[in-house]
């Protein structure tokens, strides 16, 4: 059984996502994060989540990681195109635009007081960028019902979470109706609802953690 490490509110809710979508066998732990006895820190000295361990016991960490592992456990789920195809790596791109460019400068508009001496100044700026990504994603859903068709992916997984976190953080997406149709096409599947359903009652920890 595969056993996944989650915080409440936090972006490990995308390899979740993937579980309750690939239909595998596994469990999910929720931890707390930036404490001395999260469950969490024997398997993953960073104390970070999402972290996997594997039936070998083998440790697997990162959304980027996790999730085409999980893809691949399940290829019947249709989570990612077959090794080696040019869809598969258009998909795997996708989904290194939003862990990396897109979360981080979510991050400025979150918590910009991490970041420089002038939040104020880098979450004005951090709305503006992602501003532009949201229309790079509005144009690409144009005449499509997922990034890479009509199949949902786990780049549509993470990407859906990500625009609707920054949503919750001030980004108007009123005039992005096809980023909206996405947004809410995930958060209608069956996968997101069980997600959701298995927290209820957990603490809540800040979602960017």
């Excluded at 993953?44 to 456990?73: C, F, R, S, Y």
């Amino acid at each position: 059984m595969l056993k996944l490490f989650a915080a409440v509110g936090s972006c490990s809710i995308c390899s979740h996502i993937a579980l309750e979508e690939a239909q595998l066998d596994f469990e999910v732990e929720f931890v707390k994060l930036r404490s001395a006895t999260s469950a969490v820190l024997g398997h993953n000295p960073l104390g970070k989540v999402p972290t996997m361990i594997l039936p070998t016991g083998e440790i697997v960490t990162q959304n980027a990681v996790i999730m085409p592992h999980i893809a691949d456990l399940s290829p019947s789920a249709g989570l990612l195109p077959p090794p080696g195809t040019a869809e598969r790596r258009a998909l795997l791109s996708w989904l290194a635009f939003f862990v990396s460019d897109f979360h981080l400068v979510l991050k400025w508009t979150v918590a910009p007081e991490w970041f420089c001496s002038d939040p104020k100044s880098i979450k004005s700026t951090g709305h503006e960028v992602l501003d532009g990504y949201v229309n790079t994603v509005e144009s690409s859903l144009i005449g499509t019902r997922w990034l890479g068709g009509e199949t949902m992916s786990i780049a549509d997984i993470y990407g859906a979470i990500m625009i609707s976190k920054a949503a919750d953080y001030g980004l108007d997406l009123g005039a992005y109706r096809e980023v909206q149709r996405f947004v809410a096409q995930l958060r209608g599947r069956p996968s997101f609802k069980r997600s959701e359903e298995r927290r209820v009652g957990k603490e809540c920890r800040s979602w960017w953690s």
